[in-house]
């Protein structure tokens, strides 16, 4: 009725008004609808990065966590700047299969007016950004309470240039190889959580285990702090999900569907795997199998059905509670978990990808097992990539600023060793 009564009044001069913004993105400007989703979707997933440290912190000793949580804060100031620097013009600044350039460094050639899709690359950039972030900082939870803060700084700052950028240009960057290849990734199952993963094995493999780990019990100090970390996290992954999607619509619906599904599912079938191997459920395995059945669907989450993203959840609890016993079976010391669940997480929701992918794409249930092959052959170049590069990176800070705090510094812990403060003071 308000329409109706300008057009009365104003004719085709109102005409005329309604139809700018069709007119505007017809002359190629942004769509104010995708624009606005994905600014809050890149809000979302930066607050991913305190709920993290929310989820980390709660689960290590009361002596380390702030130490845990500062981890996690250093990677959004340290890969913030190297984003802006070079991380992003080496991820998409080119068309090459290997890896970007340098002629988007500090995001030269880049104005307001520049398009990504229906979005201006100002956004793009930004959310593409978080992810840069984000994804070094999980590898944060195989070294907790025990790796030099100085070192761990530089670590991330080397492991996302020289690791992150490499294999996020594959798989999303213009000519990237995995991506014409033809393998599936909507959302960084082998991008972020894959990659991070297996670097956090070897990480911890190399900087050997905690003091008195495993006679000593070492249980979360603060469980309270983990669950509101994984209700963060969940409720962040919505932006980094349904965001991958670029824009507000069909495609960002069914990511923002899958991605709700899998995470309450993953929660369920951990507690179930638990409660049958433990004799009771607990809360950090509540906590743990949101983040599985998240971690699961992420590559998937625009490719597969929700009842398949159902399915995907109820797998990803127990095989994801299964990767986080390999540390009990094997001896390393993987503290919070970061293999067990984003590395045995990740390699698992590619791979579920290619067998269950339906929209958009085709698995080995709609008849392609080229599909599987494709998945599987980007976790092993991801994979092999990632340790070798990272394992060049963590010899060379070995020699040079060495990796662990020294053993009083340790039982003394990380907060005051390495900051002088305390988490709590009673």
């Known amino acids: 009725m308000m329409y109706g009564s300008f057009l009365r009044l104003s004719g085709p001069a109102a005409l005329a008004f309604l139809l700018l ?15 606005a989703w994905m600014l809050v979707s890149s809000a979302l997933v930066l607050l991913m ?5 929310l989820f980390y912190g709660g689960m290590v000793r009361a002596k380390n966590v702030l130490s845990t949580t500062m981890h996690i804060f250093a990677a959004l100031a340290i890969l913030g700047v190297q984003w802006i620097v070079v991380g992003y013009s080496l991820a998409f600044g080119g068309a090459g299969p290997w890896i970007g350039g340098f002629d988007q460094m500090f995001l030269a050639g880049i104005t307001p007016e520049s398009l990504t899709g229906t979005i201006p690359t100002y956004v793009f950039v930004m959310f593409q950004g978080m992810f840069a972030i984000i994804t070094p900082a999980l590898i944060a939870g195989a070294v907790a309470e025990r790796m030099k803060f100085s070192t761990y700084c530089v670590f991330i700052l080397l492991w996302g240039t020289l690791v992150y950028d490499p294999i996020a240009h594959w798989v999303w960057g213009e000519g990237g190889w995995l991506l014409e290849a033809g393998a599936l990734d909507f959302a960084g199952g082998t991008v972020v959580h894959f990659s991070s993963g297996i670097t956090a094995l070897v990480l911890a493999i190399v900087l050997g285990r905690r003091k008195g780990y495993p006679q000593e019990r070492m249980p979360p100090h603060n469980l309270p702090m983990t669950l509101l970390g994984a209700g963060l996290l969940w409720f962040g992954w919505f932006g980094f999900n349904a965001g991958s999607a670029l824009s507000a619509g069909p495609s960002a619906a069914l ?13 369920l079938s951990w507690l179930a795997a638990e409660w049958i191997h433990s004799g009771r459920p607990s809360a950090l395995g509540a906590a743990s199998g949101v983040v599985a059945g998240l971690v699961v669907i992420t590559p998937a989450a625009g490719f597969v059905t929700p009842a ?23 001896g390393y010391d993987d503290s919070l978990d970061a293999f067990g669940v984003h590395g045995v997480g990740g390699a698992w929701g590619a791979l579920a990808t290619g067998l269950f992918a339906t929209v958009g794409a085709s698995g080995l249930i709609a008849g392609n097992l080229h599909q599987l092959w494709l998945q599987l052959l980007g976790l092993l170049a991801a994979g092999v990539y990632a340790v070798v590069v990272s394992l060049g990176i963590i010899y060379l800070l070995k020699v040079t600023l060495g ?8 039982r003394m812990g990380l907060d005051q060793a390495a900051h002088s403060e305390s988490g709590y003071n009673f």
């Open 255 to 267: 990511a923002f569907t899958t991605t709700q599904a899998a995470a309450a599912a993953g929660a």
């Open 21 to 35: 913004p069709a007119l505007a993105r017809a002359a190629g400007s942004a769509d104010p609808g995708d624009t």
């Open 308 to 330: 398949w993203a159902l399915l995907m959840g109820l797998t990803a609890g127990p095989i994801c509670f299964a990767g986080v016993l390999l540390k009990h079976r094997l």
């Open 49 to 53: 990065l305190p709920g993290l440290a």
């Open 403 to 410: 990796l662990r705090v020294e053993p009083d510094e340790e």
